[in-house]
Each structure stands twice: as structure tokens, then as C-alpha cells.
């Protein structure tokens, strides 16, 4: 349970990413509302120059009647310059304080009398009908006509939107109408500057924060892989002293681990000194047990020697007595090995010529005894370093071993494989196994599951393994053993 909530938090990089990704999703969102709300105040803005425009009719519509307040029902003067000049001057009054309005007087059976735009702003008065809205100008008043009342259009373009507005004259005229006309721009005003302000504001503030982010992902990123590196790469048992990165957070870590560096340092040391104890006096009860037998033959050898008088019989007691001396010169020859291990010689090793020449030593053995004997190494430029001379004796105890527990025609494989920082030798055989009650101790003095073993040559093994910095093991195995011999390396 606690492993799978582990797998579920996320890693810092990851966090970091996740936030920029949701800044980011933030401000697209922010934009969306933002454009919403432009347009929403483009419609506003549409709906209050309509009522602009209905306005600016009405006002055009005062001034004409009070301009032509005493006039007889004539219209024969209509097209007299003096009159239209009049209507120009009606308008341009009227709209003079209406700005970005502009507008005419309408006469139904031939068209425009007068226009005027007071507040353009151009270099220049506009006097000029707008030709591109001329016919929906026309089409308005008509409607204004036909109808006898206000009336309204408007049509959005793709910059603009146009609204147009006309009114029925009241006055000695008929068939006068009233029109306006005004603009409002979908991209441009007070209401589109505030919106790209913003929009600015907001890219720049997101742009700032995903650079800043990202500046610190990879920062983050570059120094814990650079930690990372330093203990992947570090071959020994105790931790390194890291060097603080200049990141307060990540030296944080750094001083934690150096500290717990010494610390796991302080305990291997304590631990590795109650081990020691612990071997001691588990190897001197073993070592007397071991003495004790070959000292009890050689006494009752030499006691029946003593008391024989045939030549012959004391002859043979004291041959049994040299064959323990023996046996007793070899345990103690073997238990120095594991209490007084020699320096470690490195030197390069040609990893197929060492297997080559243990399946010299063994080849007679294994044929002997019927069991088929290989060994495979990587071949080419491949070099290990090492003491060539203690691993061939660690591989020479293990071989020994398995020459012993496979019967005839088994199969007993030599091998070596390096991944360029540490180098695993392994003895493979098709034996019986290990005794399951024993696997726990296997590597210590005395322990074995042979009865003519001594139980010293795989502490042998281990010993010659942790001297070059490395460690022993048995891997697990659906058949037989598998031994392997795992020692730190430099790939030449």
C-alpha cells in the first residue's frame, strides 16, 4: 500500500510542469473570458449608437421645424440652393455635438437634399454623401416614408458595424425624412485598447512566469541529476560527500544526506565491529569442535602405539597421526586466509584467459567424474582489473564445491559478464542445491553441508570479495547452485 502511494506522488520537475501547465490553461481561459467580455461590449456599444442615431434623427427633426416654422405647404422651391444650403445648415447644427454621427435630409421623389458630418475628422469638411451606403440610405427613408414613423437598420461588417436610422419630417414639406448614420468599430475604440491592454498584460505575466518556471525546472532538474550521477557512479559502500549546488532547497538535501552518509558510515563501522565479535566467538567454538576431533585421534593413535610392540602397528598410528596433522595444518592454513586476507594487487585482467586457464586446473577432475565443465567470457578488448591471483582462488574454492555436490553428468558453467563499472564471475551447477537450513549462515567459517568439508572455503570466497570492495552471493536458482562473485571494475 505504502509503495503504491509512493509511485503516486509526483517528483518536483513534475509538480513544476503541472503548475505551468495549469498557468497556462489559466490564461487561455482568462483570454476566452476576456474576448467574451469585448464582445459583449461591442453589442453594448452597438445597442447605444442605435440610441444615438434615434436621437440625433429627433434632433435633426426640431431643428428643421423650427427653421421652417411660417412657411406656406410649398415644395416648389426644393431644389433652390438657397433652401438646400438651409437643410446643410439645419443638419450640421443638429449634429454638431453629436460626434461620429453623421446625416442628411431625404426627399422622397428625388433623393438627398442635404448632409453633413460636423464631426469628422478628416483634414477637411465632408460634404460628400458615403456612395457605398447610398442605397441602404435610400432604403431606410422609404421604410420611414412607407411606414410614417422611425425606422432602423444595421448590418455588421468585418471591421465595422453600420447603423442606420430615419425619421419622418414634420413640416410644409412632404415626403421629408430625417436620416443618421454612425459607425462602430469592432476592432478599435477605448473598449478594444483596454481589452489588448490586458491582453498584453496577461501575456507578458504568463510568458514570465513559463520562462521562470522553466529556468527553474531545469536548474532543478540539471542538479539532481548531477547528485544522482555522483552516487550512481560511486562503486563503494559508504555514501560521498556532495557539494552544495547554490540552490538553498537542494543543499538542504545535500547537507541531509552527507550527514546521513556519516552517520550510515559511523553505524557500517559499529555494526562491522559487532559482527567481528560475534564471528570471533562463533569461529573459536567451531574451531575447537574442528580440533578437537583430529586431537582425540592423534591421542588415541599415539596411545595405542605406546602400548603395542608391533613395529608394523605403530608404524601405521603414526601415519594416521601425520594424515591429522595434516587436516589440522590445512584448517589452519584455510582459517588464516579468512583472518589475515593479503593486500589486494590490482592489476588488468584478460577475463578469458582467466577462465581458460581455471578449466586447465579442473578439466582432469571433471572428466573424471563425468561432468561436462565450460566457461564463457566476453571476448575482444574487454579488460577487468583485479588480483588475478585471490579471484582465481575465490573461482577455484567455488568449482571445487560444485565439482563435489553434481553427480556424473552434470554440468558446472563458468561465466563473467561486466557492465563497465563492476564485474560478476559466477559458478553454475546442476546439482542437488543447498540445504535450505544453512542458507542464512552459508558464507560463514564451519558452516557447511558436506561432511569432509571444513566450512572455510566460501568464507573464503566472501572474504576475497569484500577485499576488492565488492560482495559474494548465491542467487537464486530453480536447479542446483548459482554462486556469483561481485567486484567493482575500470573498463580499459
Request: net charge positive; charged share 20%.
Amino acid at each position: 500500500m505504502k509503495l503504491a502511494a509512493a509511485k503516486l506522488r509526483l517528483s518536483v520537475r513534475w509538480q513544476l510542469i503541472g503548475l505551468w501547465l495549469l498557468l497556462a490553461v489559466s490564461a487561455s481561459i482568462t483570454a476566452y473570458l476576456f474576448a467574451q467580455f469585448y464582445s459583449q461590449t461591442t453589442a453594448r456599444q452597438v445597442s447605444e449608437a442605435k440610441e444615438v442615431a434615434d436621437r440625433a434623427c429627433r434632433t435633426i427633426g426640431d431643428r428643421y421645424l423650427y427653421f421652417t416654422t411660417g412657411w406656406a405647404s410649398n415644395a416648389s422651391g426644393i431644389n433652390d440652393k438657397e433652401f438646400r444650403d438651409g437643410l446643410t445648415s439645419v443638419v450640421s447644427v443638429a449634429l454638431a455635438h453629436i460626434s461620429g454621427v453623421e446625416g442628411g435630409i431625404w426627399y422622397g421623389p428625388s433623393g438627398s437634399l442635404a448632409y453633413a458630418y460636423p464631426t469628422y475628422e478628416g483634414s477637411g469638411p465632408k460634404t460628400d454623401l458615403p456612395s457605398a451606403e447610398l442605397t441602404t440610405i435610400a432604403e431606410i427613408n422609404r421604410r420611414a416614408l412607407s411606414a410614417d414613423g422611425p425606422a432602423q437598420t444595421s448590418f455588421r461588417g468585418q471591421a465595422q458595424t453600420i447603423i442606420l436610422h430615419a425619421c419622418p419630417l414634420s413640416g410644409p414639406i412632404p415626403q421629408l425624412t430625417a436620416w443618421t448614420m454612425s459607425r462602430v468599430y469592432n476592432w478599435s475604440g477605448p473598449a478594444y485598447n483596454r481589452l489588448f491592454a490586458g491582453m498584453g498584460l496577461l501575456a507578458t505575466t504568463v510568458l514570465g512566469a513559463a520562462l521562470w518556471l522553466a529556468a527553474v525546472i531545469i536548474s532543478s532538474a540539471r542538479r539532481a541529476t548531477h547528485i544522482a550521477s555522483i552516487l550512481s557512479q560511486h562503486n563503494t559502500i559508504d555514501l560521498p560527500q556532495l557539494k552544495e549546488t547554490g540552490d538553498p532547497d537542494m543543499d538542504r538535501l545535500v547537507v541531509a544526506l552527507n550527514e546521513a552518509g556519516q552517520r550510515l558510515g559511523e553505524a557500517r563501522q559499529h555494526a562491522e565491529s559487532v559482527e567481528r565479535l560475534a564471528a570471533v566467538g562463533r569461529l573459536s567454538a567451531s574451531l575447537a569442535h574442528e580440533v578437537r576431533n583430529p586431537l582425540a585421534a592423534m591421542r588415541l593413535k599415539a596411545e595405542n602405539a605406546l602400548a603395542s610392540s608391533d613395529p608394523m602397528r605403530a608404524n601405521a598410528a603414526l601415519q594416521a597421526v601425520l594424515q591429522q596433522v595434516t587436516r589440522l595444518d590445512k584448517l589452519l592454513s584455510d582459517l588464516l586466509a579468512t583472518t589475515h586476507q593479503k593486500p589486494i594487487k590490482h592489476e588488468k585482467i584478460d577475463p578469458a584467459a582467466l577462465m581458460d586457464d581455471i578449466l586447465d586446473t579442473h578439466r582432469d577432475a571433471a572428466i573424471r567424474k563425468g561432468v561436462h565443465l565450460t566457461a564463457t567470457a566476453a571476448s575482444g578488448s574487454l579488460r577487468l582489473s583485479g588480483d588475478r591471483e585471490q579471484l582465481r582462488r575465490a573461482l577455484d574454492n567455488l568449482l571445487v564445491n560444485a565439482l563435489s555436490a553434481v553427480g556424473t553428468g552434470g554440468k558446472i558453467e563458468l561465466s563473467v559478464r561486466s557492465d563497465g563499472r563492476t564485474a560478476v564471475y559466477s559458478v553454475k551447477d546442476s546439482g542437488p542445491g543447498v540445504d535450505p537450513a544453512i542458507i542464512t549462515r552459508l558464507f560463514e567459517p564451519f558452516v557447511t553441508g558436506r561432511n569432509d568439508g571444513t566450512g572455510l572455503g566460501l568464507a573464503i570466497v566472501r572474504e576475497i570479495a569484500r577485499a576488492h570492495g565488492g560482495e559474494a552471493r548465491l542467487v537464486a536458482s530453480s536447479r542446483g547452485c548459482n554462486f556469483e562473485i561481485e567486484v567493482p571494475c575500470h573498463a580499459s
